[in-house]
Antibody
Framework: VQLVESGGGLVQPGGSLRLSCAAS????????MNWVRQAPGKGLEWISY????????HYADSVKGRFTISRDNADSSLYLQMNSLRDEDTAVYFC??????????WGQGTLVTVSS | EIVLTQSPGTLSLSPGERATLSCRAS???????LAWYQQKPGQAPRLLIY???NRAAGIPDRFSGSGSGTDFTLTISRLETEDFAVYYC??????????FGPGTKVDIK
């Protein structure tokens, strides 16, 4: 199992960014997936979940209305569209696979820095 | 909203000692959906315990989990140098669907 995030970088407040996660080594279309972030020196914050068929999505209140999770099962890819970015969105963003309520695999993360 | 509280915030111990980490939930959590993770600097978290007491694949038996309802415990029976890290508990199924505790740092005394 491998999860590889990309798309992070420096963006100004109010800007947008799209993160990607390339999955391999398992049947991607069978698993619910998540994005979890970690601000510098802080703890883990779950931000979004998408079911295997994209039929169900959940968001943390901190990103609801600004971030959109999506997936392409044909391409084994997970995405996070981030709009209206704020300073407090600065974090490492992890792609993570959910199995029966636990996260059994994590990517290495991609750093998003929101700053003017 | 289910809030997880971990204590202590920092635990200073020596190699060979026993570590006892606490995770308390603001509402009852299904034992099936309580997990523990270890994170070292610059690394992604690693799943240690799931279902409150089941060790994940490859996790040494010095790690054990227990508890139910609102009180859960992670125990490291004899600390090895590689065990000094931050530990997070996590619940699934409440609102929001996933929450993490703030973490307990286990550092070398």
């Amino acid at each position: 199992v491998q999860l590889v995030e990309s798309g992070g970088g420096l963006v100004q407040p109010g800007g947008s960014l799209r993160l990607s996660c390339a999955a391999s080594g398992f049947t991607f279309s069978s698993w619910g997936m998540n994005w979890v972030r970690q601000a510098p020196g802080k703890g883990l914050e779950w931000i979004s979940y998408i079911s295997s068929t994209s039929g169900t999505m959940h968001y943390a209140d901190s990103v609801k209305g600004r971030f959109t999770i999506s997936r392409d099962n044909a391409d084994s890819s997970l995405y996070l569209q981030m709009n209206s970015l704020r300073d407090e969105d600065t974090a490492v963003y992890f792609c993570a696979r959910l199995l029966a309520g636990k996260i059994d695999y994590w990517g290495q993360g991609t750093l998003v820095t929101v700053s003017s | 909203e289910i809030v997880l509280t971990q204590s202590p915030g920092t635990l200073s111990l020596s190699p060979g000692e026993r570590a006892t980490l606490s995770c308390r939930a603001s509402q009852s959590v299904s034992s099936s959906y309580l997990a523990w993770y270890q994170q070292k600097p610059g690394q992604a978290p690693r799943l240690l315990i799931y279902g409150a007491s089941n060790r994940a694949a490859g996790i040494p038996d010095r790690f054990s989990g227990s508890g139910s309802g609102t009180d859960f415990t992670l125990t490291i029976s004899r600390l090895e140098t590689e065990d000094f890290a931050v530990y997070y508990c996590q619940q699934f199924g409440g609102s929001p669907i996933i929450t993490f505790g703030p973490g307990t740092k286990v550092d070398i005394k």
